[in-house]
């Protein structure tokens, strides 16, 4: 198949009247993008959430923790 070809039938993915609010909103695009450039193919929405939300969500629950500590003494 030819590569143009190919990437326009791709890219019928992302046209803005796709956009459904539960179905396949931002967050399904941005998965979709990252899959279709390549640059990964996660499993599930939660695999990418444990790469780059949860580990930085754990660091700031630590550093609030640790700032309310300071605080009280």
Avoid: H
Avoid at 33 to 61: G, P, Q
């Amino acid at each position: 198949m030819d590569f143009f070809v190919e990437i326009q039938r791709k890219m019928k993915k992302f046209d803005k009247s796709k956009y459904m609010e539960n179905d396949w909103n931002c967050f399904d695009f941005v998965m979709e993008y990252m899959k279709f450039t390549n640059y990964r193919n996660y499993r599930s929405k939660i695999d990418f959430l444990e790469e780059f939300v949860t580990k930085k969500l754990e660091n700031v629950v630590k550093y609030c923790m640790l700032f309310e500590k300071l605080s009280n003494k």
